[in-house]
């Protein structure tokens, strides 16, 4: 335990005084374990205006500072230290007095808007609500600053939308009620806790601006709590690293972008998949795990996944100290960091081999066509009402998709929620006739399997890698039943399976005694790497991977990167990855198709989707990605969309786009006429067959 | 809504038209009218029974679908459930004891929502508090009690507090007393008489309530809306009652409206113990005197109330949950 | 659907954490070594409640089991010395007005119950999962049609039909099981369907389907395992609710006949002579309460101890 961690003075901000300090704040959980220590000792000012960015991945304690900070905590949390907000101590207050601040002073923005408003009041009310709460206002005054503040977060046609129920809003929407909530009564400190994590990306990009601009209009201090760091570059003035329940790094954004003093952030920054610049760096993963916060051994938390670790950094934690022209790290060896003299990352390569070599080799590479879809259409009936339900409707998920895919081939569908991403790969893996167009695996179309025995052969093939590791292992089977189970089915004897088992283990890098354990007893990334390991049992030729990435932390997600990598060299694999996240998507794949609304808008090479994206669609996802560099997140030109994808249920007859394309905006009245009533064909770019997109206007 | 509401009506009646003509056929199956008349002095011969039973069209010499004919067009044409093997009429027995179970359980329905839900409410906000443990054990162990037992400790309590309070104001059996007259003592009895069913009633009935509003209420608390009504500036207490307590109460009203028409229908072991002479005494009664269409009409209306259960819950589900509300 | 929203849910709410400390040590890790069923043992011994109704359960088998070695009469004996005689060194628990001894008319009562309730139990628990895991698995028409008849056996006046065929038949208390089991089933079998609506979208069975494996194995190996402990508590306060029903069905006179005995016939014939005969009723009366208690004292512990999600059994926090 470290004694009280020294006062953070950053420097001093235009007016002065922080609008909110904490003091060496300590939150613990009891557990079945101990004592869990979410929070060990956080300090730092909020000036008015300036945001502060606390960034961290899961289990940092970060959520848990933000909860501490409004006195949100459940009862059972021991809270230590100070919450000064206006120079008086929250930290003890009881639940009255805590009251009459929350919402006035402070505000806050929670994570998940689809369950953060209550189901059974409109908007309006809730506004007015929280508006009454601490100002004498009369219901009709109350109501009319509600359609005001709904106006202000962007909610089109307010007055109309005020009397609507939560359940009619989309999350974007949701989410920009939530942050209506919080500025309300117009608080001092604003605090937002991951409050763009459950949203699509261009939806992000809005809450973001929504957010900034509540910020703006109350002079509030910002709390913004994320994991992304490309979030951090675009939004924070200061940036606060937590690890293991502490702040390790806490500096201001340029200083802390341009030199990442403590070796957590130089490691996170490194493992960090970005789409900006026009060359891919190979990501180094963290090795490792964060570590558990109960009982945690002396010494630095991070020591023993650090590169640069000394003997003394296992023995004692390093204090929080004062580095000359950067800010506050706490590591022995930050001052030799600093002055450019040690490399944090330490020298170790990248595991995996770059992966741009690599995938030269591979894009020019002809294997045989594993996977050749042809025109595929999906519809799902429209249902209305929990309790009465009826159709009133077809929605077209999947409205005529087509591509191929070949051996030691990597292709990416990429799109937001309701692309039909997902639909296509389950359509795809279905093996049934599909309800429109053709699917062809290795050779064979699955509509002229005939009997269960061949779907059973074809299985062999093509298997899947999901997103959510921990949802698909079985919780109540030890990892080897889980492996063995794909082999079961194809009626392996029990020594072999035994024997593939282990072999499966050692593949994807992880050691023989996991096959004991159950999937609760694993890290995320050990889940993951499970979870390819099975869909490997088979020997299959395809590999469906469903979001593999996005349940992970960064810091782990890198290793399971080149490990996709290496098994596809090694094992000739086809992948068919789907992903929201561009980002990620460019050091996994070889070629991209960018969906909207159910149809294939862009296709083409990586590289050349990101050097030169052409659909208006393409350039806003791409654009909407935040870039993990202050300086270039800040200047470059942006493309931000307007609205939320439309209702799938009734799409535009011509281009699916239309409502919510710039260009559209911006076109001749011919132009027009034709991307309404005119579906666009696949245009390939000159020089470049391989890369086509669906656009009228480009 | 209303459209929907006639079609699931429309569901609902043909199952309860199926449900009462298979009770129909299982009731002249199991039951045996014959059986009531074989102890009777002097001894009547087989052809003196089945005479007997003939005008009810229980006649076993019949075949068993022409009586069933009988009784079906009997009760589409006149809605004439038929008559008892010794010839009471249905329709008369039914109306009557409706409404007298409808007297005994309308209060100890009321009650119990009241009882049942406000304790719940109280306890869920003090989640293990004393009161919470206490009140939950007490709960668990009324909802283990038989009813039979439960009435039963009842009517011993009440005829010690009589032997000791040496005076006879708790009444342990029927609905009132003989030879009352006046509109004032005929109500004074009647009421007299509710006590110990009604607490009897309320005892068993609560606990349901109790148990499934606290841990509906329980769900609620930890949800995200009420943490974001805190953050707005509401006391923990006001975000409970504003917030929590709203939504948790939608399945509660719903179970409401499902219970209110089985008021009607009364309730068996209750009114066996204490003697009231309403629809679930009837249930017994018929049963065991083999009435086959007192039982068949017991059932078509037991099944009929159900129906409208559970229409009026959706319709009180549909009403005060906007999710499900169809526009 | 409506028609279970009656108020009356098994007792006990399933208790929630406030909050889920975030990453709370993975407590796990070093229970998978334990095994499951060890850590499960150990949860539910953490729960005082339920050890005590363990404790009360296994008394109670072992007097149905045994008591009747320690007394000399059979319940079928009948003590023409003593009509109605109260609780005596002779007969522990007194006697009825038949003269039979109480005492052995409790302990084959309660054997009579015992059996009845967990035979019935164990069976609709078993009749439940089949058909409800199945329904929600296959979906399509097999659903439809299994949650009409649900829906139907749900609308028909259960006890009606239930009083109705045993009052005929049930001298026989084999036939009384058979009778509780065919009308008992709906209720546990839509819970178990709605559960298994869920398990079936799970990730985990999706890849299982995905990697080959045919649906019989699906449901035994994913569907059944993961439903286990709803089917350990139905299946203790299943026991609850038949020995209820049974006492209901044998006070009104429609279950269990003479010259059997049940706890239900005993009320029945303690009940009119409650004042001048008390022990008559008493003695079933406690037998059934601690029987009942005991279980769902039982029932809670395991939902507790099962539940990965439950407070007490705090999972390690994940998010």
Excluded at chain 2, 238 to 258: G, Y
Excluded at chain 3, 276 to 299: D, N, Q, Y
Aim: aromatic fraction near 6%; include cysteine; charge should be neutral.
């Amino acid at each position: 335990m470290t004694l009280a961690t020294p006062l953070l003075d950053p420097a001093p901000g235009k007016d002065g005084r922080p609008v909110l300090s904490v003091r060496d704040l300590h939150i613990t959980f009891p557990s079945e374990a101990g004592p869990v220590q979410a929070v060990r000792g956080v300090g730092f000012d909020l000036l008015p205006g300036r945001t502060l960015c606390v960034v961290g991945e899961s289990g940092s304690g970060k959520s848990a500072t933000a909860l501490g900070v409004m006195g949100l905590l459940p009862p059972s949390a021991e809270v230590r230290g100070q919450v000064l907000l206006d120079g008086q101590d929250l930290v003890g207050l009881d639940d009255r007095a805590l009251s009459k601040i929350r919402g006035k002073s402070i505000g806050m923005v929670f994570q998940d808007p689809l369950s953060a408003l209550t189901p059974i009041y409109s908007v309006g009310r809730l506004l007015a609500d929280a508006l009454r709460v601490h100002q004498d206002l009369t219901r009709r005054a109350a109501w009319e600053q509600a359609v005001q503040l709904l106006d202000l977060v962007g909610i089109p046609d307010p007055r109309g939308r005020a009397t609507a129920f939560p359940h009619e809003f989309s999350g974007g929407m949701r989410q920009r009620v939530v942050i209506a909530l919080a500025i309300a009564n117009r608080p001092a400190v604003l605090v937002a806790d991951e409050p763009t994590t459950a949203l699509d990306v261009t939806v992000q990009a809005q809450i973001l601006d929504v957010l900034r601009l509540a910020q703006q209009e109350t002079g509030a201090g910002l709390v913004l709590i994320t994991h992304d760091l490309g979030v951090v570059a675009g939004h924070a003035d200061d940036v606060a690293v937590m690890y293991a329940g502490r702040f390790v790094e806490h500096a201001g954004v340029t200083e802390l972008f341009r030199r990442p003093t403590m070796p957590y952030t130089a490691r996170l920054l490194a493992a960090v998949p970005t789409v900006d610049g026009g060359v891919r760096r190979p990501l180094v993963p963290i090795g490792g795990e964060p570590p558990a916060l109960v009982d945690l051994p002396a010494g630095c938390p991070f020591a023993p996944r650090c590169a640069v670790a000394l003997d003394a950094c296992r023995t004692a934690e390093p204090e929080s100290h004062e580095v000359t022209g950067h800010g506050h790290v706490a590591c022995l060896r930050a001052a030799e960091i600093a002055d450019g003299s040690l490399d944090p990352k330490g020298d170790t390569p990248p595991a995996g081999p770059p992966a741009p070599a690599d995938r030269t080799a591979t894009a020019t590479a002809t294997g045989e066509v594993v996977l050749r879809v042809e025109d595929l259409v999906k519809t799902f009936p429209v249902t209305k009402g929990a309790v009465l339900k009826r159709r009133i409707g077809t929605l077209r998920a999947v409205g005529g998709v087509g591509f191929a895919l070949r051996a030691g081939e990597t292709l990416a569908l990429v799109g937001e929620s309701g692309s039909g991403k997902t639909t296509t790969l389950m359509e795809i893996l279905r093996l049934a006739r599909p309800e429109g167009g053709r699917v062809e695996i290795c050779g064979t179309d699955v509509a002229a399997l005939d009997s269960p025995a061949a779907v059973r052969r074809l299985r062999r093939d093509v298997q899947i890698v999901m997103q959510d590791p921990l949802g698909a292992l079985d919780p109540r089977m030890p990892v080897s039943h889980s492996l063995a189970e794909p082999l079961r089915a194809i009626g392996r004897d029990r020594a072999s399976i035994r024997a593939r088992v282990r072999e499966l283990l050692a593949l994807v890098g992880l050691d023989d005694t996991i096959g004991d354990r159950f999937p609760a007893a694993l890290s995320g990334g050990q889940r993951q790497r499970v979870g390819i390991a099975r869909a490997l049992a088979t020997e299959p030729r395809l590999l469906a991977l469903d979001e593999p990435l996005s349940a992970l932390d960064v810091s782990v997600q890198a290793g399971v990167i080149n490990l996709l990598t290496r098994l596809k060299r090694e094992l000739g694999l086809a992948y068919l990855v789907v992903a929201h996240d561009l980002a990620v998507v460019r050091y996994v794949s070889d070629r991209i198709a960018v969906m909207y609304l159910g149809h294939i808008v862009e296709t083409g090479d990586t590289e050349a989707i990101f050097a030169d994206p052409r659909h208006p669609y393409t350039r806003a996802l791409l654009s909407a990605i935040p870039i993990p560099d202050p300086g270039r997140e800040r200047t470059r030109e942006r493309v931000v969309l307007t609205g939320e994808p439309p209702n799938a249920a009734r799409p535009p007859r011509g281009c699916v786009f239309v409502d919510r394309c710039p260009l559209y905006r911006e076109a001749g009245e011919e132009l027009r006429r034709r991307c309404r009533t005119e579906p666009p064909a696949q245009t390939p770019v000159a020089g470049d067959s391989g890369h086509r997109y669906a656009c009228h206007g480009v | 809504m209303v459209r929907h509401v006639i079609r699931k009506a429309a569901g609902w009646l043909l199952m309860i038209v199926v449900a009462t003509n298979a009770t129909y056929f299982l009731a002249s199956w199991f039951l045996d009218p014959r059986s009531n008349y074989r102890d009777l002095r002097p001894v009547r011969s087989e052809d003196q029974i089945d005479r007997a039973l003939a005008p009810y069209h229980l006649d076993p010499r019949e075949p068993l679908v022409h009586r069933w004919w009988d009784w079906l067009t009997s009760v589409t044409l006149h809605f004439d459930w038929g008559r008892s093997p010794t010839g009471v009429s249905v329709n008369g027995e039914i109306g009557y004891r409706a409404l007298v179970s409808a007297e005994l359980v309308t209060l100890a329905t009321v009650l119990s929502v009241v009882i049942g839900v406000a304790l719940g409410v109280y306890t869920a906000a003090r989640q293990y508090g004393w009161a919470d443990r206490f009140s939950q054990a007490v709960s668990i162990l009324v909802f283990n009690v038989p009813a039979s037992v439960a009435a039963l400790l009842v009517v011993f309590v009440a005829i010690w507090l009589n032997q000791h309070a040496g005076l006879r104001f708790l009444y342990v059996a029927g609905e009132n007393s003989p030879g009352v007259e006046g509109l004032l003592p005929t109500i004074a009895d009647r009421l007299l008489h509710l006590i110990l069913p009604t607490a009897s009633l309320t005892l068993m009935g609560y606990v349901g309530y109790h148990l499934t509003q606290r841990s509906l209420l329980l769900d609620t608390l930890g949800a995200d809306f009420v943490r974001t009504a805190r953050a707005t500036g509401l006391t923990r207490a006001q975000a409970i009652r504003r917030h929590a307590l709203r939504t948790a109460l939608i399945p509660t009203a719903a179970s409401v409206a499902f219970s209110v028409p089985a008021v009607f229908t009364g309730a068996v072991i209750t009114e066996s113990v204490f003697a009231w002479n309403g629809m679930g005494r009837y249930f017994v009664q018929t049963i065991s005197k083999n009435d086959v269409h007192g039982t068949v009409a017991t059932a078509a209306f037991a099944a009929t109330l159900t129906a409208v259960g559970a229409i009026l819950a959706d319709i009180a589900t549909v009403f005060l949950d906007p999710r499900v509300r169809v526009s | 659907m409506s028609t279970d929203a009656r108020a009356g849910a098994p007792s006990g709410a399933p208790v929630r954490p406030d909050a889920e400390p975030p990453r709370a040590a993975r407590p796990a890790r070093e229970h998978a070594h334990l095994g499951l069923g060890r850590l499960y043992a150990r949860r539910f011994a953490r729960n005082r409640l339920a050890v005590a109704g363990a404790v009360i359960l296994a008394l109670l088998v072992l007097f149905a089991a045994l008591g009747g070695h320690l007394t000399r009469y059979a319940y079928t004996d009948a003590d023409f010395t003593a009509l109605t005689a109260p609780p005596s060194g002779v007969h522990w628990f007194g006697t009825n007005q038949g003269g039979n001894d109480v005492y052995a008319c409790a302990v084959h009562g309660l054997q009579r119950s015992l059996t009845i309730a967990v035979s019935v139990s164990v069976l609709t628990v078993v009749l439940a999962a089949v058909i409800g895991s199945g329904a929600a698995y296959f979906g399509g028409r097999v659903e439809r049609a299994t949650l009409a008849v649900i829906h139907f056996l749900l609308v028909v006046p259960s006890f009606l039909i239930l009083a109705l065929v045993s009052h005929r038949l049930a001298g026989d208390w084999r036939v009384l099981i058979i009778v509780l089991t065919v009308f008992g089933w709906m209720s546990t079998a839509r819970v178990i369907w709605a559960v298994s609506t869920s398990l079936r979208e799970r990730d985990y069975v999706k890849a299982a389907e995905f990697m080959g494996v045919g649906p019989l194995r699906v449901i035994l190996r994913h569907l059944i395992p993961n439903l286990g402990s709803l089917l350990i508590v139905n299946l203790t306060l299943g026991v609850v609710a038949t020995v209820l029903s049974e006492t209901a069905l044998s006070f009104l006179g429609f279950g269990v006949q003479t010259p059997d005995v049940s706890l239900g016939t005993m009320l029945a014939d303690g009940a009119t002579t409650l004042t001048s005969a008390p022990w008559l009723f008493a003695f079933p009366a406690g037998l059934l309460v601690l029987l009942t208690v005991s279980m769902t004292l039982i029932g809670d512990g395991l939902r507790d101890a099962l539940d990965p999600t439950s407070a007490t059994g705090s999972a390690g926090g994940r998010r």
